[in-house]
């Protein structure tokens, strides 16, 4: 999970993440979101005040349907509610 300004979004879904032993989750590891090498996170985002996080998932956990499935499930599962506010 990687972030700049929008640690409380990323952190809610991280604690959502870990609440399953068999996945190793962090935040801004082993690298982190930085103007020189990235553009989606702090020029959509950041710069416009929108909480923005780049979530990056083992390609080979989604080579098929089962596991774009199952890891769209995990995500789902760990976004806050819409009602929580979180930057």
Do not use: K
């Amino acid at each position: 999970m990687l972030h700049a300004r929008a640690a409380g979004l990323a952190e809610a879904i991280l604690s959502g993440l870990r609440t399953d032993a068999a996945l190793n989750v962090a935040a801004n590891v082993p690298y982190v979101i930085s103007r020189d090498a990235d553009y989606a996170v702090p020029i959509h985002g950041d710069d416009r005040g929108i909480p923005a996080i780049l979530v990056e998932i083992r390609q080979d956990l989604l080579a098929n349907r089962s596991g774009i499935e199952e890891w769209a499930n995990r995500l789902a599962a760990a976004l806050p509610a819409p009602t929580e506010t979180v930057s």
